[in-house]
């Protein structure tokens, strides 16, 4: 209790040098993207802006780093260099991320199936909680993801060299970027980084936990005649090993597997207005390679165990206008999924199958006085038909005090890999079988908050219920002779709540604290699998030397136990995950104009831990004990 209560009165920033800068412009809204609101208030609009500046190696796992801001947020790691995002305890399909400006595509249902793009480009990452994007689609049951790209910079140029390199596991890379004003091409970056395996906190070498990755990005903008047009191009390698698990007794031990990704993105945006309304169109193309092979690469060719590529087309459209005293949106959506497998492929546990779904969306927005409404719908139509809705009411009682109450509803057909999936996935560790049967998952959402704002203080809280009809999960069986895991469905529910705080009672020093946790249950009252455990945090910065820019900050996460778990987890996890605590800490500098120096140290304390949802817990593995990382950035 005394470290809670330690945590609650000490601690964490949204990072100074966030801070000293220019606010953030938030950008995801319930029926539009891109719409930009110089408003980081998160009860308005339900929106946590995360930023990423802060950040000195931007490799895929620095996402891990961003968790700590939001409370709803945990970051499910395999071996430390890929992540899956979890919003209010639930991922995979559940979470959609927004990237480029539309909808990435990566099977989040694989075990490994994470982020696999470096953070080149991206100014800040938002999150909204719950069902409530009608234009990415309110399948999103859990919330959406959306990474903000930078935009160009009012004036002049900047060029930009950032090197890291650290202990156990630590990345070794390099960062380049150039970053300009004006039309046209107006930033470019490329990344390369390499992960070397990583020591957990009792000393032993975890096998397979090793990545590399290289990446490139373009972003552009430019007027042609009273059109304004944005494009994007990311191309991404990245291979990376599978953590090893460790034999049974009187088993012999097997070499960890590799995975091998190869994706490129594109994206293309055109705004212009037509009287009143204002017209924006988002275009997507997506296609990445996926391989799996049951050893590691180490140079030589071999087959792979499964293989596959995933391409994505995705098409949105919207009009606005001032209506009245409201907003008005209408839009449309459309996408394209198709999966062919590779001929060289050993085993194919999916089959070469397309998905596509088209949907109409309508929104209406009204702010008076005191009062904020703002209601919307979405028809769908394509592989699986469905609706869904959101009514929002939000009352300012005061200046400081402000409450808001939100119903929705959400429905999620099921996707490719939950339908066809037969086979055994080396990265999820598990012989899976799909249903092709499966119906529409539908969801009620209800959720409530409460927000407190004054000059060096603010807090928020929110509580929510969700209650699901034809809940998709994974249930083990062993009927067959040998363990496997269906998709099955059943009627659910998940609750919990999340609250924030914020103090700073002087501009050099910050304290935060934040808490979540969701409760996921079937209708018997077990307990749904693969939820995130409950986890609170505390953390603070202060400006040492304001001048030289000398900071230094303080984390601590707490992860509740995962006590109650589903039959699925009681055998793939062979048993409860238990409590455990994370203390980092940072320290900032200059060393002259445009160059300055990083050093942070991840889980200080060397604890011996696991994430629930990790695939090195799943294998009985732990995660990185005390990890020490020195950077070096150069500005010209």
């Given at each position: 209790?005394?470290?809670?209560?330690?945590?609650?009165?000490?601690?964490?920033?949204?990072?100074?040098?966030?801070?000293?800068?220019?606010?953030?412009?938030?950008?995801?809204?319930?029926?539009?993207?891109?719409?930009?609101?110089?408003?980081?208030?998160a009860l308005s609009t339900q929106v946590w802006a995360i930023p990423v500046r802060t950040l000195a190696d931007q490799g895929p796992s620095a996402m891990l780093q961003l968790s700590r801001q939001a409370p709803a947020l945990q970051l499910a790691s395999v071996g430390g260099h890929t992540v899956k995002p979890i919003l209010r305890g639930l991922g995979g399909y559940r979470v959609v991320t927004a990237y480029q400006g539309w909808r990435?595509?990566?099977?989040?249902?694989?075990?490994?199936?994470?982020?696999?793009?470096?953070?080149?480009?991206?100014?800040?990452?938002?999150?909204?909680?719950?069902?409530?994007?009608?234009?990415?689609?309110?399948?999103?049951?859990?919330?959406?993801?959306?990474?903000?790209?930078?935009?160009?910079?009012?004036?002049?140029?900047?060029?930009?060299?950032?090197?890291?390199?650290?202990?156990?596991?630590?990345?070794?890379?390099?960062?380049?970027?150039?970053?300009?004003?004006?039309?046209?091409?107006?930033?470019?970056?490329?990344?390369?980084?390499?992960?070397?395996?990583?020591?957990?906190?009792?000393?032993?070498?975890?096998?397979?936990?090793?990545?590399?990755?290289?990446?490139?990005?373009?972003?552009?903008?430019?007027?042609?005649?009273?059109?304004?047009?944005?494009?994007?191009?990311?191309?991404?390698?990245?291979?990376?090993?599978?953590?090893?698990?460790?034999?049974?007794?009187?088993?012999?031990?097997?070499?960890?597997?590799?995975?091998?990704?190869?994706?490129?993105?594109?994206?293309?945006?055109?705004?212009?207005?037509?009287?009143?309304?204002?017209?924006?169109?988002?275009?997507?193309?997506?296609?990445?390679?996926?391989?799996?092979?049951?050893?590691?690469?180490?140079?030589?060719?071999?087959?792979?165990?499964?293989?596959?590529?995933?391409?994505?087309?995705?098409?949105?459209?919207?009009?606005?206008?001032?209506?009245?005293?409201?907003?008005?949106?209408?839009?449309?959506?459309?996408?394209?999924?198709?999966?062919?497998?590779?001929?060289?492929?050993?085993?194919?546990?999916?089959?070469?199958?397309?998905?596509?779904?088209?949907?109409?969306?309508?929104?209406?927005?009204?702010?008076?006085?005191?009062?904020?409404?703002?209601?919307?719908?979405?028809?769908?139509?394509?592989?699986?038909?469905?609706?869904?809705?959101?009514?929002?009411?939000?009352?300012?009682?005061?200046?400081?005090?402000?409450?808001?109450?939100?119903?929705?509803?959400?429905?999620?057909?099921?996707?490719?890999?939950?339908?066809?999936?037969?086979?055994?996935?080396?990265?999820?560790?598990?012989?899976?079988?799909?249903?092709?049967?499966?119906?529409?998952?539908?969801?009620?959402?209800?959720?409530?908050?409460?927000?407190?704002?004054?000059?060096?203080?603010?807090?928020?809280?929110?509580?929510?219920?969700?209650?699901?009809?034809?809940?998709?999960?994974?249930?083990?069986?062993?009927?067959?002779?040998?363990?496997?895991?269906?998709?099955?469905?059943?009627?659910?529910?998940?609750?919990?709540?999340?609250?924030?705080?914020?103090w700073h009672p002087s501009e050099r020093f910050h304290v935060h604290a934040q808490a979540a946790s969701s409760i996921g249950e079937d209708a018997m009252g077990n307990a749904l699998p693969f939820m995130a455990p409950g986890r609170w945090g505390a953390h603070f910065a202060y400006e040492l030397l304001p001048k030289q820019r000398l900071h230094a900050e303080i984390h601590y996460d707490r992860y509740l136990a995962k006590n109650r778990?589903?039959?699925?987890?009681?055998?793939?996890?062979?048993?409860?995950?238990?409590?455990?605590?994370?203390?980092?800490?940072?320290?900032?500098?200059?060393?002259?104009?445009?160059?300055?120096?990083?050093?942070?140290?991840?889980?200080?304390?060397?604890?011996?831990?696991?994430?629930?949802?990790?695939?090195?817990?799943?294998?009985?593995?732990?995660?990185?004990?005390?990890?020490?990382?020195?950077?070096?950035?150069?500005?010209?």
């Amino acid at each position: 209790m005394y470290k809670f209560i330690f945590g609650l009165c000490a601690a964490l920033p949204l990072m100074l040098w966030g801070q000293r800068d220019t606010s953030m412009v938030i950008e995801l809204g319930e029926a539009s993207v891109e719409v930009q609101r110089d408003n980081p208030a998160a009860l308005s609009t339900q929106v946590w802006a995360i930023p990423v500046r802060t950040l000195a190696d931007q490799g895929p796992s620095a996402m891990l780093q961003l968790s700590r801001q939001a409370p709803a947020l945990q970051l499910a790691s395999v071996g430390g260099h890929t992540v899956k995002p979890i919003l209010r305890g639930l991922g995979g399909y559940r979470v959609v991320t927004a990237y480029q400006g539309w909808r990435y595509d990566n099977m989040q249902g694989g075990a490994e199936h994470g982020l696999d793009f470096p953070l080149l480009g991206v100014d800040h990452v938002e999150v909204m909680l719950g069902p409530n994007s009608l234009s990415l689609g309110t399948d999103a049951m859990a919330g959406v993801l959306y990474f903000s790209d930078v935009r160009p910079r009012t004036s002049g140029r900047e060029q930009a060299l950032v090197l890291s390199g650290g202990t156990n596991g630590m990345p070794l890379s390099g960062q380049y970027s150039l970053h300009r004003s004006g039309p046209g091409l107006y930033y470019v970056g490329a990344y390369g980084g390499f992960n070397p395996e990583y020591r957990d906190g009792n000393g032993d070498t975890v096998h397979g936990t090793y990545s590399q990755t290289l990446a490139i990005r373009a972003l552009g903008a430019w007027k042609l005649g009273q059109t304004q047009h944005r494009i994007k191009l990311t191309g991404v390698q990245r291979r990376f090993g599978l953590p090893e698990r460790e034999p049974l007794p009187g088993e012999e031990p097997e070499e960890h597997g590799d995975q091998l990704v190869q994706a490129g993105h594109f994206a293309w945006e055109a705004e212009r207005s037509l009287g009143p309304w204002k017209v924006r169109a988002v275009t997507g193309l997506q296609s990445s390679l996926r391989a799996e092979y049951d050893k590691a690469l180490d140079g030589e060719e071999r087959e792979p165990h499964i293989a596959f590529n995933l391409h994505t087309a995705s098409q949105t459209t919207t009009l606005d206008r001032l209506f009245g005293a409201g907003h008005l949106t209408f839009g449309a959506h459309q996408q394209l999924r198709a999966l062919r497998n590779d001929d060289h492929a050993e085993e194919e546990i999916y089959p070469n199958a397309e998905q596509f779904q088209s949907a109409l969306f309508a929104h209406y927005s009204y702010e008076k006085g005191r009062h904020t409404r703002s209601a919307g719908v979405r028809a769908e139509v394509g592989a699986f038909a469905g609706y869904a809705a959101l009514l929002r009411y939000a009352y300012a009682w005061s200046k400081n005090v402000s409450a808001q109450a939100r119903i929705s509803r959400g429905t999620r057909g099921p996707q490719l890999e939950e339908r066809f999936a037969f086979g055994t996935h080396i990265g999820a560790g598990r012989f899976e079988v799909g249903d092709p049967n499966l119906r529409t998952e539908q969801l009620w959402n209800a959720d409530l908050g409460i927000n407190f704002e004054a000059e060096r203080f603010d807090a928020q809280l929110t509580a929510f219920y969700q209650a699901y009809q034809d809940f998709i999960y994974l249930t083990p069986n062993d009927s067959s002779g040998s363990w496997r895991f269906y998709h099955v469905q059943g009627d659910a529910r998940v609750y919990g709540a999340e609250a924030r705080a914020h103090w700073h009672p002087s501009e050099r020093f910050h304290v935060h604290a934040q808490a979540a946790s969701s409760i996921g249950e079937d209708a018997m009252g077990n307990a749904l699998p693969f939820m995130a455990p409950g986890r609170w945090g505390a953390h603070f910065a202060y400006e040492l030397l304001p001048k030289q820019r000398l900071h230094a900050e303080i984390h601590y996460d707490r992860y509740l136990a995962k006590n109650r778990l589903s039959p699925t987890e009681l055998l793939f996890l062979d048993g409860a995950t238990p409590a455990y605590g994370l203390w980092s800490a940072s320290l900032t500098g200059r060393i002259r104009e445009g160059a300055s120096w990083n050093v942070e140290v991840l889980n200080a304390t060397n604890t011996a831990f696991a994430h629930h949802l990790s695939l090195a817990r799943a294998y009985g593995l732990l995660e990185a004990g005390r990890q020490l990382r020195v950077s070096l950035r150069f500005a010209w």
